[in-house]
T-cell receptor, first 111, second 114 residues
Framework: DAKTTQPNSMESNEEEPVHLPCNHS???????IHWYRQLPSQGPEYVIH???SNVNNRMASLAIAEDRKSSTLILHRATLRDAAVYYC????????????FGPGTRLSVLP | DADVTQTPRNRITKTGKRIMLECSQT?????MYWYRQDPGLGLRLIYY???????NKGEISDGYSVSRQAQAKFSLSLESAIPNQTALYFC?????????????FGSGTQLSVL
């Protein structure tokens, strides 16, 4: 499974944008980039995913580097509820492959 | 009601006991998974099932077994519990066969083995 590298922790102030980086230098051309987050005392939840183009949804934006060796999850205005562990995952496009979670980035949001 | 329900939410047991954790889902998904989470670590895959007749080992299956009783039910058993199996256990489901496949998790079962 291709690996991802994320910072262990990050801090942000409430109502400011947050950029969570992920390096995946060994990504293959058929790997999707997925982001999940885990709020305290809950199971992980899906945030966003993409292949090559930048993606936006109601929760966040995903910016993918042109060479696809890195990506950034963008929370446009952090709230206290966004404090969580964020996981960047590579998932091969074709069937039979599983989601492999690393330790993720613990995001703290300061009021 | 939760789409993915795990029971029990918490369990304390003794070394050597047989334990079963249960997971049921109302999402109609064909794929189900059991993950384990230890403090400060990511989730590690124990077993997964892509349909009722399919069972596959994950990266840490030793000491565990599973049963897929129906499309909606996937149970995890610890045949003889040991203290290092103390962890938070998550069940997840996904709808296979699509490039937009996403995981949906239950709320977890905290297991303590004394």
């Amino acid at each position: 499974d291709a690996k991802t590298t994320q910072p262990n922790s990050m801090e942000s102030n409430e109502e400011e944008p947050v950029h969570l980086p992920c390096n995946h230098s060994t990504i293959s051309g058929t790997d999707y980039i997925h982001w999940y987050r885990q709020l305290p005392s809950q199971g992980p939840e899906y945030v966003i995913h993409g292949l090559t183009s930048n993606v936006n949804n109601r929760m966040a934006s995903l910016a993918i580097a042109e060479d696809r060796k890195s990506s950034t999850l963008i929370l446009h205005r952090a709230t206290l509820r966004d404090a969580a562990v964020y996981y960047c995952i590579l998932r091969p496009r074709f069937l039979g492959q599983n989601f492999v979670f690393g330790p993720g980035t613990r995001l703290s949001v300061l009021p | 009601d939760a789409d993915v329900t795990q029971t029990p939410r918490n369990r304390i047991t003794k070394t050597g006991k047989r334990i079963m954790l249960e997971c049921s889902q109302t999402k109609g998904h064909d794929r189900m998974y059991w993950y384990r989470q230890d403090p400060g670590l990511g989730l590690r895959l124990i077993y997964y099932s892509f349909d009722v007749k399919d069972i596959n080992k994950g990266e840490i299956s030793d000491g565990y077994s599973v049963s897929r009783q129906a499309q909606a039910k996937f149970s995890l058993s610890l045949e003889s519990a040991i203290p290092n199996q103390t962890a938070l256990y998550f069940c997840a489901t996904s709808l296979g066969g699509t490039e937009n496949e996403k995981l949906f998790f239950g709320s977890g079962t905290q297991l303590s083995v004394l």
